[in-house]
């Protein structure tokens, strides 16, 4: 069985709400980076990373993570996941970016979630969350 954990820093909320739905549809250990940012990854075989963008980049707490566990992050799935703002094209140019920056390859972009939220609906998380459960 693959343990996952997702970890997040959020600024707004939708982020946070976002990691705390695919943790709970995993099953997955969460933590915010805001709260605790030492994290002992070694008993997860998956660590999915969350945040929002904000003028154009990924959360520092983020970035600081990732910087400082390259080697914790070395040899695991790694998938990172953006809330942002801007939609199709737009946001997949920021997604491939920002993805790139962090050096992490599996990465998705989710649009407009705070309405989504608003309606009790992520239906681009869901298909996320059905992608993940079926890689294991």
Known sequence: MTET??????KLGSTGKTAHYIA?????DIFD??????????????????TGIYGGKPNKLVVSFIQHNKGQLDGRKVGLFLCCAFRDDEAAAQ??????????????FFSGVRKQLRKGQLPGVDSYISKLKIVG
């Open 95 to 108: 997604c491939e970016k920002v993805s790139k920056e962090l050096g992490i390859g599996d990465a998705v």
């Open 5 to 10: 954990v997702v970890i997040y820093a959020s």
């Open 24 to 28: 709970e549809e995993l099953g997955a």
């Open 33 to 50: 980076l805001k709260e605790q940012s030492i994290i002992d990854l070694s008993r997860f075989d998956r660590v999915i990373i969350g």
